[in-house]
């Protein structure tokens, strides 16, 4: 794979010239954008970091809206998400920002032409975050939060060879690092995060905007015939947090994105406990009557960042 990956860095370098020498540019948008996203292919936590920067932002009276790729998405066109929209039409991840955010989102393969979108449908936003992106460098951004996980940089090559997108660099000025880990995995300054489990709602509750509640999740304590499934980066890390409060369960680990177009249980399954990501897939009258709670996660990006983003806000010139 080292041949290919020394073509994939030729072409980056290549793409990297068109910019500096103004073959390609970068476009303007009248709001500053901050871009969540990671050198390294792979769920490294962008979601839950997008949906803390949201919560931090409108905590700072901000109003922010989002773009993205719309991953795993039918088809590539620009299109505005709603609490009526589907994740085949827009993306599992989109979906879920929205659900839980509240925040105005479009997705789009061309993220330019969906932030244009979105602030000619909500013209009173005043900045634009984009989940995902960091590779989209038409895209122009005020701030960019890179998102590592326990991987750090991996074997350190670019790809197939290795896991990384861009060959890695000092961190610049306006760039802030979230290690959705442990302990930092690279030699970068940035902040661990701090999750954990926030609790459980019921599907049909989680639906109707209802709040996760502890005491629910820990209910389940005990609770014969009860199936964990997870169709997300890591499933191992979700089955983890349940079973450190002490849940017992059988566990069903899919694929990244998984589509539920099938329910993926065995018949005769007891009961169920996934991720808020794979509930916007599986609206409440999929499953009739069996017993589904989705488990939240409560996700901070560690101490001291609230103050750093305070610190690169004050830089960018935001609309009234």
């Known amino acids: ?126 900045l634009l975050v984009s989940d995902d992106g960091l590779q989209h460098w038409r895209l122009p951004r005020a701030l960019s939060l890179l998102v590592f996980d326990e991987r750090g940089l991996g074997n350190g090559r670019l790809l197939p060879a290795g896991p990384l997108r861009q060959p890695p660099r000092p961190l ?60 997300i980066a890591r499933p191992q890390r979700f089955f983890d947090m349940l079973a450190g409060l002490g849940l017992g369960f059988d566990t069903l680990a899919l694929p990244d994105h998984a589509d539920f177009a099938e329910l993926p249980w065995p018949a005769g399954t007891a009961a169920v406990v996934l991720t808020e990501k794979d509930a916007v897939k599986l609206p409440p009258q999929r499953v009739g009557a069996m017993p589904v709670w989705v488990v939240a996660l409560d996700f901070s990006p560690g101490a001291g960042f609230e103050a750093a983003l305070d610190t690169q806000l004050n830089t960018l010139s935001l609309p009234a």
């Open 1 to 126: 794979m080292l041949p290919l990956s020394g073509l994939y860095r030729a072409l980056l370098a290549l793409r990297s010239f068109a910019y500096r020498t103004g073959l390609k540019r970068v476009e303007t948008l009248p709001v500053p954008v901050i871009v969540v996203g990671n050198w390294i292919v792979g769920g490294a936590g962008k979601t839950p970091t997008t949906l803390a920067l949201l919560a931090l932002l409108r905590e700072r009276g901000l109003r922010a809206g989002v773009v993205s790729r719309g991953y795993g998405r039918e088809g590539d066109g620009v299109r505005l998400v709603t609490r009526v929209s589907t994740a085949r039409e827009v993306g599992d991840e989109p979906l879920l920002l929205h659900l839980r955010s509240g925040a105005p989102v479009a997705v789009g393969r061309d993220r330019v032409a969906a932030a244009r979108a979105l602030l000619a449908a909500e013209p009173g936003l005043q």
């Open 172 to 231: 610049a000025a306006d760039q802030l690092v979230v290690y959705n880990a442990p302990r930092p995995s690279t030699a970068l300054p940035g902040f661990v995060a701090e999750r954990r489990l926030a609790g459980a709602v019921t599907l049909t509750d989680w639906w109707a905007g209802r709040p996760a509640r502890m005491d629910t999740l820990l209910a389940l304590r005990g609770r014969p015939g009860l199936l964990a499934v997870a169709g």
